[in-house]
């Protein structure tokens, strides 16, 4: 079955500094992966997803994320945060024969003036 | 338009009572998702609708969650005799199709507190 590690459980940025969000998966074929986030209070929204193609995936809000097979990761990327950014990020895998997904932990990130 | 809604959006309950939790997917949507989410943790899959068959309830921690969505539209889940471990966020989510790992849409969840 497939599964999912965010191995950050909270990570700390300056506004305006890089942000690099870590995922791996595991799964025995090509997964469709996809980013999510949760603001408080606030159902899940979704910042980009992976299915074919380019490796490199932009999203809303300025992020994108880089599917690496080799490394079966698929890391969130933004290269300026914003105070509002701060929140809980979700990865999740899911699998083309049915509609499961399978999420990690989360990363919480904080977002220092 | 309008998005995934879901009532309660807070639920306290004694610990033995019932409870039932709605959730309005997206009009048209064929699929729907039952996720719990648990303090601190990822949301973890229940089970799954396509309109009204209910194709996957794999996820479903015990007997006593019972799910349904008899017209293909609005989904209940209902939890028997609930216990202090059922405490959590309860997600719905829909996506249009049913095909694929196609986006999910999800709603604001109910967050469930059993006493």
């Known amino acids: 079955a497939q599964s999912v590690t965010q191995p950050d459980i909270h990570i700390t940025v300056s506004e305006g500094a890089s942000l690099e969000l870590r995922c791996n998966y595991s799964y025995g074929a090509t997964p469709y992966l996809f980013w999510y986030v949760q603001s408080p209070g606030q159902g899940l929204q979704l910042l980009l997803k992976y299915f074919s193609g380019d490796t490199l995936v932009q999203g809303i809000k300025g992020f994108e994320a880089e599917f690496k097979r080799s490394q079966s990761s698929f890391n969130l990327r933004k290269p300026s945060v914003h105070w509002s950014d701060a929140a809980e990020y979700f990865c999740a895998v899911g699998v083309s024969n049915n509609n499961d997904m399978r999420f990690g932990a989360g990363t919480r990130l904080t977002v220092k003036p | 338009g309008a998005g995934v809604s879901q009532s309660p959006r807070y639920k306290v309950a004694k610990r033995g009572q019932d409870v039932a939790l709605r959730c309005d997917p997206i009009?048209?949507?064929?699929?729907l998702f039952w996720y719990q989410q648990a303090l601190g943790q990822g949301p973890e899959f229940l089970t799954y609708f396509q309109n009204e068959a209910q194709l996957d309830k794999s996820g479903l921690p015990s007997d006593r969650f019972f799910a349904e969505r008899p017209e293909g539209s609005v989904s209940t889940l209902k939890i028997q005799r609930t216990q202090q471990e059922d405490s959590a966020v309860y997600l719905c989510?829909?996506?249009?199709?049913?095909?694929?790992?196609?986006?999910?849409?999800f709603g604001p969840g109910t967050r469930l507190l059993v006493l």
């Open positions: 009009s048209g949507h064929v699929s």
């Open positions: 989510a829909s996506s249009p199709q049913g095909i694929g790992a196609e986006t999910q849409y």
